[in-house]
């Protein structure tokens, strides 16, 4: 694709990461999992090239890539999961690699080998809010597909976009169909959300617990300032690091630092953000500026209750 330097161009966004990679690091030892990692980048970067993509760049343990049309860029996603998920050299004791995808159709800018825009944002807002083994995309790209990938996918919920005042409706891209469960269509649509009207959050840190929801608080800030509700000292903790909030029976941590927020779920998955957010569910540990598991001591533990 031959392009004018900071010309506006229209392309489908996919970014793809290896979930928890850091408890790969711990439990296979750094040279295995620096193997397992590269192996995983190796085969997004093989689907993107053989889909008629483009590698715009990796970082660590992601591939960022741009396609022409949405088909493409969903094929190379499904390419992708099918080969990481089925390869038997990526499975270990107690579990297998595993990897998420977000996908968006959007202007970007691109200006020397990178590209820019509010779509970049859109795209990478679909990876994080993804689980292991998801393809997630957008309303305004699935609007794109052809039928018989419109046949594929299926709205699971609502997410809030920096720099975006609406929010956007998410899709799952169904890449294993025979293997989908059924979803029955939602009354009245998404505009509620997930969760119930009783949900609550509970936050641990030390011995200050703050509980979110009907009844407790409606926000909660962290950080390394006095005037937080969970004040929380490092190096690389902000003065207001990050912040949650309520909105329509879910839970939103908004990251507002420099280093970034990390987040392990119960599962196994691990979440960053940063100058970004992600919905909480279920439980786990929050870490400010690094990764903090469950035993760390500036693990900031949550768990969401629901009544």
């Not at 994080?128 to 699935?142: D, M």
């Not at 299926?154 to 920096?162: S, T, Y």
Request: proline share 3%.
């Amino acid at each position: 694709m031959t392009v004018d330097m900071g010309k506006e161009i229209e392309v489908a966004i996919v970014f793809a990461d290896v979930v928890g990679s850091t408890q790969l690091y711990e439990l296979l030892g750094d040279i295995r999992a620096r193997e397992v990692v590269g192996q995983c980048v190796d085969v997004m970067r093989q689907a993107t090239e053989s889909g008629g993509g483009r590698v715009i760049k990796t970082i660590g343990d992601e591939v960022m890539a741009t396609f022409e049309s949405v088909d493409d860029a969903l094929s190379a996603a499904r390419q992708m999961q099918h080969r990481i998920s089925f390869d038997p050299a990526l499975s270990f004791e107690g579990g297998h690699v595993a990897i998420r995808v977000g996908c968006h159709y959007g202007p970007v800018v691109r200006e020397q080998r990178d590209i820019f825009g509010g779509a970049v944002h859109t795209a990478n807002r679909m990876t994080s809010q993804a689980k292991a083994g998801q393809i997630l995309t957008t309303a305004s790209t699935v609007e794109k597909l052809s039928g018989d990938w419109q046949a594929l996918v299926r709205q699971i919920d609502v997410a809030k976009v920096k720099g975006q005042s609406g929010e956007v409706a998410v899709y799952e891209v169904l890449w294993l169909p025979e293997e989908a469960t059924s979803m029955l269509p939602i009354p009245g649509g998404w505009s509620g959300g997930r969760g119930t009207k009783s949900a609550k959050l509970r936050l641990r840190f030390g011995n200050t617990e703050v509980l979110l929801g009907p009844g407790g608080r409606q926000g909660a800030s962290m950080g390394r300032a006095e005037d937080n509700d969970l004040v929380v000292k490092g190096n690389l903790i902000s003065r207001l690091h990050a912040r949650i909030e309520v909105e329509r029976n879910k839970f939103l941590l908004v990251d507002e630092s420099t280093n970034g927020t990390f987040v392990q779920t119960a599962q196994g998955e691990e979440i960053f953000v940063r100058r970004d957010s992600t919905p909480l569910s279920g439980r786990g540990t929050i870490g400010l500026g690094r990764v903090a598991l469950t035993d760390s001591p500036l693990a900031i533990h949550y768990e969401l209750l629901e009544g």
